[in-house]
């Protein structure tokens, strides 16, 4: 009897190991390939804001995200914009992730010369970013504001 709860114990770790093991890579390569894309779309001038993006496990938000990031990489900033805020009205999302598409909404209409629009969507994003005391995105909704009234 000792054996076999031995045996069952190892059988039912090696098990967990492998279920946990594989929804921590999943989680990872989405991230990894998240700030990649990112890199390949964002002016060097420009501050991307990653953290109010957790690890996304819905596949309906993944593929918008993925969409409008390729958007932005083909220069297609209109819909960029289009694919961020269907994002932001069909998802109950937490205020710094909101703050994160916010920023990736004025990032593109800076891209195309919405100066103004950006200049709002990061006064909103400077707004929630106080609210919650998120101390990041507010420094880089302030740099990207600054970036935008130079230019």
Do not use: H, W
């Amino acid at each position: 009897m000792g054996i076999f709860l031995a045996i069952l114990g190892i059988v039912v770790t090696i098990i967990f190991a492998i279920y946990y093991g594989r929804k921590a890579i999943t989680r990872k390569t989405f991230k990894t390939d998240f700030s990649k894309i990112v890199k390949k779309v964002v002016r060097e001038e420009i501050e991307a804001y990653l953290n109010g993006l957790p690890f996304i496990k819905d596949k309906d938000k993944q593929n918008i995200l993925k969409q409008a990031f390729k958007n932005m990489e083909n220069y297609k900033y209109d819909s960029a914009i289009s694919s961020f805020k269907d994002y932001l009205n069909s998802f109950t999302i937490s205020e710094s992730e909101r703050c994160a598409i916010l920023n990736f909404i004025g990032i593109s209409q800076s891209e195309i010369g919405e100066n103004l629009e950006a200049k709002n969507t990061f006064n909103e994003m400077i707004l929630i970013a106080k609210r919650i005391n998120d101390y990041e995105a507010l420094a880089v909704a302030n740099g990207n504001m600054g970036v935008i009234l130079v230019y």
